[in-house]
């Protein structure tokens, strides 16, 4: 009776790791497939204009090196207005900050989130005034043809486009692991999803979204995981999200084990959010409606972080070794088409000594993710705030401001700068 009860939780493992490495397997094959823009070849008629929203909660030591690149872009500035909205920086940050050619919007919230600051942002700034609105993580530095490359492909009205977020710094063994599994989503999610003719995944950041329609998708999302409602809202309705693998958008890696944990306390919890809503909804989706798309977003919900499938079909390999057990050689099998998947999707330039050196740590890393698995409940209900790093000083400006309106949302006012207008 033991020995059927142990043989019925064998198959119920290799069942559910089976699912999600044949998921990955197919789109990390297929993300082979994608074919990247020929900018020569496109036309280029028009020059969308774009406001770039820069939430900075606490953020004193990296907001100012991240304005001093966004400024720098190769974009015409008329085109462009950048926005910060400061959520509790200290005022001497603010002060720097209205020396730049920006505009500044701050905010105090009882609990804060990206959200909320987008959205006070958004209602104070004027309407019809942008084609579309990008939003950054405060650490996140624009390669300085990302907007030329975005408007290249925005050529026909589309909705949203994401850009190709990557390591900013490899300086640490757990830094070079999050920017391998960065990569690794973006073969699977983004480049796999839109070789099979399927939306690409959100990064969270570094996306072009049409400024009227994000606009009003945000009204209806406040939670710390607006990127994850925002893709099912796009999904909705029926919007499709492209990918530029040129637009390169440089985020910051964690650099220790404690700030890993906390990120990915924060990712899992908002991966499983809402999900019975969200998986009876992709059923009827698929089978009333026919939305491949659909049912495809909420598979995403149920899929296992990549370290834990990686970590958990290694160990379910030992079974080979065990007597009693009935599927030991094909747990290693799935190991094996797991780490493949993997190796498909890693970029050739991770394939380094400091790489070898940080693998040594992916047992670390699991363990972590197992912690984090079990500690998340209730992470996507609350803002967990990262720690960042200055990794360039900013040149100081000396561009003045002066004040204009304000909201009941916003604690302060939104700065305007004529001297672009």
């Not at 919230?109 to 006070?120: E, G, L, V």
């Not at 999900?275 to 798309?293: I, P």
Request: charged residues 20%; neutral net charge.
């Amino acid at each position: 009776m033991m020995i059927q009860l142990i043989h019925i939780i064998e198959i119920a493992v290799f069942i559910v790791l089976a699912l999600n490495i044949v998921y990955i397997v197919i789109f990390s094959f297929a993300g082979s497939f994608y074919k990247k823009t020929d900018f020569t070849s496109l036309k280029v008629n028009k020059q969308n204009k774009f406001v770039i929203l820069i939430p900075a909660y606490q953020s004193d030591d990296v907001i100012l090196n991240t304005v001093y690149h966004t400024l720098k872009l190769n974009y015409p500035s008329h085109l462009l207005d950048i926005v910060v909205v400061a959520d509790q920086l200290k005022a001497q940050t603010i002060d720097r900050l209205l020396e730049t050619p920006i505009q500044v919007v701050e905010v105090a919230f009882d609990s804060s989130t990206k959200a909320k600051s987008i959205n006070a942002a958004l209602s104070i700034l004027p309407d019809n005034s942008y084609d579309y609105c990008i939003v950054l993580d405060v650490d996140n530095i624009l390669e300085l043809d990302f907007l030329t490359k975005i408007n290249a492909r925005l050529q026909a009205n589309e909705i949203a486009i994401q850009g190709h977020r990557t390591a900013k710094n490899l300086d640490s063994t757990f830094a070079i692991l999050d920017g391998i599994s960065e990569e690794i989503n973006n073969h699977v999610f983004r480049r796999g999803h839109v070789s099979l003719g399927l939306s690409s995944a959100l990064s969270g950041s570094g996306q072009a979204i049409e400024y009227g329609f994000y606009k009003e998708a945000m009204l209806h999302i406040e939670s710390p995981v607006e990127d994850k409602e925002l893709e099912f809202y796009l999904i909705r309705k029926k919007i499709k999200v492209l990918f530029e693998e040129d637009a390169l958008v440089f985020d910051e890696k964690v650099q220790n084990s404690n700030v890993f944990l906390k990120q990915r306390k924060r990712w899992i919890a908002s991966q499983f959010f809402d999900f019975n809503a969200v998986f009876l909804e992709g059923l009827y989706n698929l089978f009333a409606k026919g939305s491949v798309d659909f049912f495809d977003k909420a598979l995403q919900r149920i899929l296992l972080p990549r370290v834990l499938l990686l970590g958990f079909s290694f160990f379910c390999s030992f079974l080979l070794f065990v007597p009693i057990s009935i599927l030991g050689t094909w747990f290693f099998v799935l190991f094996l088409l797991c780490a493949i998947s993997y190796l498909i999707a890693v970029p050739s330039y991770f394939f380094t000594s400091n790489t070898l050196f940080a693998a040594f740590r992916l047992p670390q890393a699991f363990l972590i993710m197992v912690l984090a698995f079990f500690r998340s409940k209730g992470a996507s209900k609350v803002f967990l705030h990262t720690q960042h790093s200055t990794l360039v000083q900013p040149e100081s400006t000396v561009i003045k401001s002066d004040p204009h309106a304000s909201n009941e949302q916003v604690k302060g006012v939104l700065h305007k700068f004529n001297s672009k207008k």
